[in-house]
């Protein structure tokens, strides 16, 4: 079972799945239904996460993954055929040998087992079953093998996965390279959903999240079944998603190429720029195809409660009251008949009844905070030039790539206004009721409506993505309560495994986020950690093995976890083919 292969590029190794070790056993290192362990001939490298195969019962192979890698002492364990024939003459026939022989040890690798497969299904082309159901532990002293591509695939359950997405490159040590998809199922439902990254800063955590939205869009752009929703949170990071990188590596290309993907950026994308003063966006890079955005009252009468983030909320001060009424009143008329319309109108009603301000100052609480945001460019009275995003969430359709900056929008509580009513716009999308009501407000005269225009058909996906997603879902216990975005994302990720709405999200550290989000992520992808930040519970999937491997991990190596998969996997992946400002 030798599959011998040389890549056209000199500089790469040959690929070789000659034995490179045998199976031992011992009290100390013992074989299970589980796990295994084997000695590495010499001059012989294997790493962690490299897959392995030992040929087992029944005309069938056990693949495994490596977990941990040790030097024994040569005593610790019966080895056959690992000490030279000079050597075991020595050590029987010579005694002041046996007292000079310095024992250098071996390299023992321990294996976790992934699956089992009959050996000629995995040699035949053809697709048919193998047998899965084989619990078997391997044998004392057989051969093992780096796996051959067929045999990581079924390991990774791929010979049975339905519409996949190129999710990375699993390297081997051998020099094997080898592109692995996801089921879609896995991805959007209904199996799972959701992605979430981690990674301390600089190791390309969010450049996996842009790289696996560009391969799902690619997949399911064939389809007409896809729109993307990013929210730019970091200068301008995100604002050349239309641009092809010039400057692709050679190693990138490779990848692609592995990959068979196509190093071509983004099309049709839409910029959404907030609205600065005199009307112009603010924006760290103006990109073309831009729009600004801004708030009239009457786009977001009904979610006010968005603006109030947990650090603002005061027990002694009851807003949701003020808040619940307006959105329940609305259009609100005072005593004199005049409707509010606008935010300068709001700020002059004072006709709340007793029973919703129960005290001057609970108004005057209200007051100052609304007058705080309509201090800001982002609040208008009449729009001229800029857009009401919900109205262009409500008309998104397949192919469609939205990206919303926020990165200059000064306050915490802004930028989390527009987050939470992106979100609940998508909410709307889905909603029956609102379609309803919609079909009935269409050439109202009312003026309150946010879109007159016949809804489109919705996209099958949609694909959000919220970087440093800590900021607007914060962990719980360090704040006492939920913000009403941080509700509303939550709302979102419960309900996207039926709806096929996807959230990406990133940030440096788990333990910063709450806890719900990773409970109902179907994907883990972490990059490099610090040992200090795996030892909380947020990454309780993973044993203490696995989190030293991943302390000691490259740039651009980041380890993914899926329910399909029985132990973490280790992939690279190329850098997305967009333009890179360099700072």
Avoid: C
């Amino acid at each position: 079972m030798v599959d011998v292969q040389k890549f056209s590029d000199k500089s790469e190794p040959v690929i070789s799945n000659d034995i490179i070790g045998k199976t031992i056993q011992s009290d100390k290192y013992q074989i299970t239904m589980d796990e295994f362990w084997f000695s590495i001939y010499d001059n012989n490298i294997v790493g962690p996460f490299d897959f392995i195969s030992v040929e087992n019962i029944h005309n069938t192979v056990t693949i495994g993954i490596v977990k941990e890698l040790r030097t024994i002492r040569n005593t610790d364990v019966t080895i056959s055929k690992q000490i030279s024939s000079q050597t075991n003459y020595n050590l029987r026939n010579n005694t002041s040998s046996t007292e000079n022989y310095i024992d250098q040890g071996i390299r023992i690798a321990r294996v976790v087992v992934m699956a089992n497969a009959q050996i000629d299904n995995i040699q035949s082309s053809s697709k048919t079953k193998y047998k899965e159901n084989i619990r078997m532990p391997v044998n004392i002293d057989k051969a093992v093998r780096f796996a051959t591509e067929k045999e990581i695939f079924i390991a990774l359950g791929i010979p049975k996965m339905e519409d996949p997405v190129m999710a990375g490159v699993i390297e081997m040590s051998n020099g094997q390279k080898i592109a692995i998809p996801i089921a879609m199922s896995y991805l959007a439902g209904p199996d799972t959903a959701h992605i979430n990254a981690t990674g301390i800063s600089g190791n390309l955590k969010t450049s996996y999240v842009m790289f696996l939205l560009h391969s799902m869009y690619q997949q399911l752009i064939k389809h007409k079944e896809v729109a993307i929703i990013i929210f730019n949170t970091r200068e301008d990071d995100l604002l050349y998603i239309h641009e092809r990188e010039e400057k692709i590596t050679e190693k990138d290309n490779k990848l692609y190429e592995i990959l068979k993907i196509s190093a071509d950026p983004f099309d049709n994308v839409r910029y959404f720029l907030p609205r600065g003063k005199d009307g112009k966006p603010i924006s760290v890079h103006i990109p073309p195809n831009f729009r600004t955005y801004s708030y009239e009252l009457r786009d977001i009468y009904d979610r006010l409660d968005l603006l109030l983030s947990s650090e603002s909320y005061d027990p002694r001060y009851n807003l949701y009251a003020i808040i619940n009424y307006i959105y329940e009143s609305w259009p609100l008329q005072g005593s004199s008949n005049n409707v509010v319309k606008n935010w300068s109108d709001l700020l002059k009603y004072t006709d709340y009844p007793p029973e919703i301000v129960g005290h001057k100052s609970m108004y005057l609480h209200f007051l100052g905070y609304i007058q705080k945001f309509k201090r800001s460019p982002l609040f208008t009275d009449k729009r001229k030039t800029s857009i009401y995003i919900g109205n262009e969430i409500n008309k998104i359709k397949a192919g469609d790539v939205f990206v919303i900056d926020i990165a200059m929008i000064p306050t915490l509580e802004e930028q989390s206004l527009v987050i939470g009513d992106v979100m609940k716009n998508i909410d709307e999308l889905y909603s029956s009721r609102y379609s309803f009501e919609h079909s009935l407000n269409h050439g109202s005269e009312s003026g309150i409506e946010r879109n007159t225009e016949p809804k489109q058909k919705k996209p099958k996906y949609i694909l959000i993505f919220i970087d440093e997603i800590n900021r607007f879902l914060p962990h719980i216990s360090s704040l006492g309560r939920h913000s009403s975005v941080a509700e509303q994302i939550i709302k979102t990720i419960i309900a996207g495994k039926s709806r096929n709405t996807i959230l990406f999200s990133a940030q440096q550290f788990k333990s910063s986020v709450d806890p719900i989000l990773h409970e109902n992520t179907g994907i883990h992808m972490i990059a490099k950690l610090g040992l200090s930040e795996l030892s909380t519970s947020s990454y309780s999937m993973l044993d203490d093995i696995t989190k030293g491997n991943i302390v000691q991990m490259d740039k651009g190596e980041i380890v993914m976890i899926q329910p399909a998969i029985r132990h973490p996997v280790k992939v690279v992946f190329p850098r997305p083919p967009f333009k890179r400002i360099s700072r």
